[in-house]
């Protein structure tokens, strides 16, 4: 694999990129092309448009990244001001290619360190701020597996479970942990736009280890449906060392 990837590195920065090769990078990667038909297009997923910068030489591209509302313009996007990309489609394609799905919408040239977040409160202001750092999620323990949380028994989970791994909870000095609501679990990949909507915190006269140790409840633009409510709050309900589900005002 290794041998491989490195023929591809040697590839895309000696030859020139077809439009075909990259159309196929970009559906490899599970995103949408805004040059194809959108049709075809997986709901939710980003939408990545290029075009061959003659002066310079080099493919550029840009990204949009629906989250879930109809105005267009207002979507976040890579870069944040609208322009193009200053990274070659190039680079771009080696990311697509890595075993791991490529994280487009971090800084490339100097990857970020991890960033603890103290309090809940920083940590909304944070993503709000930084709607892209919902592409770095990962899904630990997907909706229908088992998790334990600390008790003899293992809980089957109506729900995506995961964490953010660059945003330091300091309770455990691991990624703040979060839970999709169901109706948006399930997906190829996390669901977009995903906004703090409540939290599920351990009962620290019970588990005082536990302490902080929050898990977050996400929703795409923070919209919830009450069959959500219901389950999540029915799901903690069975572990006692939980306390009582509490939910965030819409602001």
């Known amino acids: 694999m290794q041998k491989l990837l490195e023929n591809w590195r040697k590839f895309v920065l000696s030859e020139s990129l077809t439009r ?3 159309e196929d990078a970009i559906s490899d990667a599970s995103f949408n092309s805004a040059k ?4 075809r297009w997986s709901p939710r997923q980003p939408i990545i448009d290029y075009y061959f910068d003659e002066r310079l030489g080099k493919w550029k591209f840009q990204a949009a990244i629906p989250d879930g509302t109809d105005d267009a313009d207002k979507w976040p996007r890579v870069p944040k001001d609208g322009t193009w990309s200053d990274q070659d489609i190039g680079e771009f394609l080696i990311q697509v290619r890595e075993p791991i799905q490529m994280n487009l919408f971090k800084e490339q040239s100097s990857p970020r360190e991890s960033m603890t977040m103290p309090n809940i409160k920083e940590l909304r202001t944070f993503l709000e701020d930084n709607p892209e750092e919902n592409f ?3 899904i630990d323990n997907p909706v229908h597996s088992y998790k334990k949380f600390g008790q003899d028994k293992s809980y089957q989970l109506p729900f995506d479970y995961g964490e953010w791994p660059e ?3 300091p309770a455990d ?3 703040w942990d979060l839970i999709i609501v169901p109706s948006a679990s399930g997906g190829s990949s996390p669901a977009q736009n995903l ?3 409540g939290v599920v915190k351990y009962d620290g006269e019970i588990v005082p280890k536990k302490k902080g140790n929050d898990k977050m409840i996400v929703a795409p ?15 903690f309900e069975k572990i006692n060392d939980f306390k009582k589900v509490e939910w965030f005002s819409k602001e």
Not at 36 to 39: P, T, V, W
Not at 221 to 235: M, P, R, V, Y
Request: net charge negative; hydrophobic share 35%.
């Open 20 to 22: 075909s090769e990259i």
């Open 36 to 39: 194809s038909s959108q049709h």
């Open 136 to 138: 770095t999620i990962n």
């Open 167 to 169: 945003l330091i909870n």
């Open 173 to 175: 000095d691991m990624g």
């Open 195 to 197: 906004k703090i909507i």
């Open 221 to 235: 633009a923070g919209n919830i449906l009450d069959g959500d409510k219901k389950t999540i709050q029915t799901f």
